[in-house]
Nanobody, 115 residues
């Protein structure tokens, strides 16, 4: 089992920045790609950014150039630096980690961007 704990969410004004963190623990040997997803009220969960163990990244078009995903393999932690935040970025942000054929999820952290 892998446990993922997110932190760093909160309330921020449009144009501001936040950094999310997600720490993995438990049976973490062999964790592969890690990513961030988000779900806004009434909408489906969507991929925000993903990073492989080697550091290759991919982003949703809506956040490219504003968000940066990174990871520290030694600390088993993945980060999401969010900048130039917009009200439409308001959502619950979830961390995901892939281990073999299983995807693990964190409990989510709320990000609210006010106008």
């Amino acid at each position: 089992q892998v446990q993922l704990v997110e932190s760093g969410g909160g309330l921020v004004q449009a144009g501001g920045s936040l950094r999310l963190s997600c720490a993995a623990s438990g049976s973490i040997f062999g964790i592969g790609a890690m990513g961030w997803y988000r779900q806004a009220p009434g909408k489906q969960r969507e991929l925000v950014a993903i990073i492989t163990r080697r550091g290759s990244t991919d982003y949703a078009p809506s956040v490219k150039g504003r968000f940066t995903i990174s990871r520290d393999n030694a600390e088993n932690t993945v980060y999401l630096q969010m900048g130039s935040l917009k009200t439409e970025d308001t959502a619950v942000y979830y961390c995901q980690a892939n281990l073999g054929t299983t995807n693990y999820w964190g409990q989510g952290t709320q990000v609210t961007v006010s106008s």
